[in-house]
């Protein structure tokens, strides 16, 4: 298990994410909420860019299918887990 700085002073040797109780899964999730967000505010605003920067300041890298996927998440109007129009769930 990698140490973690616990003063000032003390020298951080391990990654922010690993010492963020968050998962890669939540980040991605809330990183799709903000473009969201964003998007619903500004409709004018490069959506694949913004998601592009996001990612990239959180320091996530995905694979081309998953940005693809999360892009699609971000661009839609209704969350995954929500359930369809006009169903009875």
Excluded: C, K
Aim: glycine share 8%; proline share 7%.
């Amino acid at each position: 298990m990698t140490e973690h700085a616990d003063g000032p002073g003390q020298e951080l040797d391990a990654p922010i994410m690993e010492q963020n109780d968050r998962t890669v899964d939540e980040a991605l999730g809330g990183i799709v909420a903000q473009t969201r967000a964003d998007l619903a505010r500004s409709p004018d605003v490069q959506v694949r860019e913004l998601l592009r920067q996001r990612l990239r300041d959180a320091g996530i890298v995905v694979a081309d299918d998953d940005f693809e996927a999360l892009l699609g998440r971000a661009s839609s109007t209704v969350e995954p887990s929500d359930p369809a129009p006009g169903s009875s769930d």
